[in-house]
């Protein structure tokens, strides 16, 4: 890791997403609208609550979806930290050296009103999101 990295939220691969979220709602979270993203392959939903970390459920939003494969090894779980950055190449390239592996390039995400994400692995971490600032979630 690096100081730069400021945590943001928890990613849950989920298979139904009214139905997690529903669950969640009955625990004081607030929900956002579900916002299909077609570069991620994903519908995303918000879940906040004061004082608590952020969720982000994602279910799939056709078959290339990588969340596919995380249903089928684990079910429905967390499955990755996001953390927000200044610039995302400068970030990348810190954590290259810690030996993380880059497994998706930057690109735009509807859920974040189009700051860049990328994700990143490491065998010791697991998968980390990383987005760049503003990094305004679409409530
Ligand atoms: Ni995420």
Redesign the pocket.
């Known amino acids: 890791m690096t100081e730069a990295l400021k945590f ?2 928890i ?1 849950f691969a989920v298979r139904d997403l009214d139905a997690t979220a529903s669950l969640y709602e009955n625990g004081g979270y607030r929900r956002s609208a579900v916002v299909f993203d077609p570069i991620q392959h994903v519908n ?1 939903c918000w879940l906040t609550r004061e004082g608590a970390p952020i969720i ?1 459920l ?1 279910a799939a939003a056709d078959e290339d979806s990588p969340v596919n494969s995380i249903l089928e090894k684990v079910g429905v779980s967390p499955y ?1 930290c ?1 953390y927000v950055v200044d610039r995302l190449e400068d970030a990348v390239e810190a954590l290259r050296k810690q030996k993380y592996t880059l497994v998706k390039r930057a690109a735009e995400a509807v ?1 974040f009103n189009g700051s860049r ?1 990328c994700f990143l692995f490491n065998r010791n971490i697991g998968l980390i ?1 990383l ?1 760049e600032a503003p990094a305004e979630i679409v409530l």
């Open positions: 943001h939220h990613g995303v982000e994602l990755h996001c859920a994400v999101e987005v």
